[in-house]
């Protein structure tokens, strides 16, 4: 069974930073793109940014692109999202998602999410 579960949300000031964190288990985790998705309160799923398999590319969609950087630690099982520079149009439910394969990018599953608020 997939899992994906997300922590290091929380409430931060604009310019501030956050590091999310997404543990994932039951799938060979190293052989998969990933990605993180955001949903802000009354808008649908907005995709954030995306990772190889092995981390040798990234990209960004430009509403973050200079502000966020993703990563993986595929020893450890876990994908990251580095938040700098954050924005109140920032705040929203950020998802981990499992794509379709090593080059199928489309987020198939995400986990619970984690919620980040940027407000003063």
């Known amino acids: 069974e997939v899992q994906l579960v997300e922590s290091g949300g929380g409430l931060v000031q604009p310019g501030g930073s956050l590091t999310l964190s997404c543990a994932a288990s039951?799938?060979?985790?190293?052989?998969?793109?990933m990605s993180w998705v955001r949903q802000a309160p009354g808008k649908g799923l907005e995709w954030v940014s995306s990772?190889?398999?092995?981390?040798?590319?990234?990209y960004y969609s430009d509403s973050v692109k200079g502000r966020f950087t993703i990563s993986r630690d595929n020893a450890k099982n876990t994908l990251y999202l580095r938040l700098d520079s954050l924005k109140t149009e920032d705040t929203a439910m950020y998802y981990c998602?499992?794509?379709?394969?090593?080059?199928?990018?489309?987020?198939?599953?995400r986990g619970q999410g984690t919620q980040v608020t940027v407000s003063s």
């Open positions: 998602a499992k794509g379709g394969g090593s080059a199928d990018y489309i987020p198939r599953e």
């Open positions: 039951g799938f060979p985790f190293s052989s998969y793109a």
């Open positions: 990772i190889h398999p092995v981390g040798t590319y990234t």
